[in-house]
């Protein structure tokens, strides 16, 4: 499908030179009023011949106003005299479009007419744009070669001649929107019907699964939560103080709570898939943004098996005991780094390509952190300023110094420090808290009996009354 749409671009393009794609924005420069003309034009004669020029399964489609045809707007301001000259402007800001509406068969019918009409002499002085927008519609056959239904598509394609800047030169962009609708009076023979029911009923299978994980684990995390209330409860009254943070997660198991959103991602992008595999919706996106994301979590998840052994576990614990001071770090070193940002875009951004906007700012200083397009940074700085120039220097020698040698460093060092933490505690032994102390006395049948009457339910007591067992929590 991708195919057949590139023809009614691509041919365009080879008429006028148009390469398809532009070093900054994608876009077709034209520099005079008959290449401007031959442009719009050709676009519109193109759009007539579609059928007789596409390779793909194209055809025309309806518009928002259930209309067939090219829709051409241009935009003016509403008032403008200027005489360069005389440095003398007079203009009314105000803008007003006019727009037309040309069908298929207005085109072969009155090819000349309509080139030769009023609308189409632009007065290139006040012109702002010329959008010309269409629809097309087409089906993507390639899907029956997996056993799939086939997939119909509705493309919203615009093209526009941008005069904003009134320099001398209209870009022209073609942009295009593709939305998969529902096919109507869909008849297909053969095994493609069958796969499709397979496949929903292996999707349903797997969101039964999910389902019955999803209130397991969410089932033990209410319970834990529950006996870290009474526990806190317990250890306020018999020892008068309050129990330590780390203590308290330590009735959270994690993992759990990774399994519930993992399953609740599986679950929502099975049923969005199977709603697109029988044509209902076509949300693609958000259904392959879930089960990706579902995906990862659960290859993530495979680590706590792996925590089981003592080699394979220092991963988990070095990064469940770095990960506060990361965090820290990161908060302070993140001040700094958007300092930087905001300096690079107020300053080199109308000297750098790459400084234009925030977001490639951003992206920019995040390369040069870890080495990358360092030279190509510095070399492509407009020499248009010596005073900008001196700056570039300065700011980029300053940000590579700063975060590579110090800020980069320490934050490999902390990590290392609680590696080498986590080593030593592996051999010489863990610290004990309050929660394992507290284990440790409820391992004797005598304590756990005298303190029965305050806490029936003891985590690791030897026994306790069945009316409790709801509020157990085994990890």
């Known amino acids: 499908m991708e195919t057949g749409l590139a023809d009614f671009e691509n041919t365009h393009g080879h008429h006028t030179g148009y390469a398809g794609v532009d070093e900054e924005d994608y876009s077709y420069s034209v520099y005079t009023q008959e290449d401007a003309y031959e442009s719009i034009f050709y676009a519109i004669n193109q759009y007539h011949h579609l059928k007789n020029i596409s390779l793909g399964t194209l055809s025309y489609g309806e518009n928002e106003e259930h209309r067939i045809g090219l829709k051409v707007c241009k935009q003016y301001y509403k008032k403008r005299t200027m005489f360069p000259s005389n440095d003398t402007l007079n203009i009314d800001s105000d803008i007003e479009t006019d727009c037309i509406y040309v069908d298929p068969q207005g085109l072969s019918k009155n090819a000349e007419d309509w080139r030769n009409s009023s609308f189409f002499r632009l007065e290139f002085y006040r012109l702002l744009q010329v959008e010309i927008s269409f629809h097309l519609k087409g089906i993507d056959l390639q899907t029956m070669l997996s056993r799939e239904l086939p997939d119909c598509y509705a493309f919203q394609n615009t093209i526009t001649f941008d005069n904003r800047a009134h320099s001398g030169k ?110 209902n919706i076509t949300n693609y996106d958000l259904c392959s943004i879930l089960l990706g994301t579902s995906t990862l979590l ?156 305050a806490f029936p339910s003891c985590v690791c007591c030897l026994r306790r009354k069945a009316s409790d067992d709801h509020l157990m929590f085994t990890n």
């Open 170 to 279: 209209i870009k022209i962009y073609f942009d295009s929107d593709a939305n998969i609708e529902e096919c109507k009076d869909l008849k297909i023979s053969g095994s493609v019907q069958k796969n499709t029911q397979y496949m929903l009923l292996f999707d349903s299978f797997v969101i039964v699964i999910c389902l019955a994980s999803l209130i397991l684990c969410t089932r033990s995390i209410v319970l834990a939560l529950r006996l870290r209330k009474r526990f806190l409860n317990f250890f306020l009254e018999k020892y008068q103080r309050h129990v330590c943070n780390a203590d308290q997660w330590e009735f959270i198991n994690g993992w759990y709570v990774l399994v519930i959103i993992s399953d609740l991602m599986t679950i929502i992008g099975s049923i969005l898939k199977m709603e697109i595999q029988v044509k």
């Open 298 to 453: 659960v290859w993530v998840g495979v680590i706590r098996y792996l925590g089981y052994f003592q080699t394979y576990n220092v991963l988990i614990l070095t990064m469940q005991a770095s990960l506060p001071k990361v965090l820290r770090f990161c908060a302070c070193a993140g001040m700094i780094y958007l300092g930087y940002t905001f300096c690079g875009w107020i300053v080199l951004g109308p000297y750098h390509n790459k400084f234009v906007a925030l977001n490639t700012v951003s992206e920019c200083l995040f390369s040069l952190v870890n080495g990358d397009d360092m030279f190509a940074t510095f070399a492509q700085i407009q020499q248009k300023s010596v005073l900008v120039w001196l700056f570039s220097r300065l700011y980029l020698y300053s940000f590579i110094s700063l975060f590579i040698y110090m800020i980069l460093s320490l934050f490999i060092a902390l990590i290392t420090d609680s590696y080498d933490t986590i080593k030593k505690y592996q051999q010489n032994g863990f610290p004990v808290t309050d929660l394992q102390e507290f284990l440790k006395e409820c391992n004797s049948r005598e304590e756990c009996q005298k303190q029965s009457s």
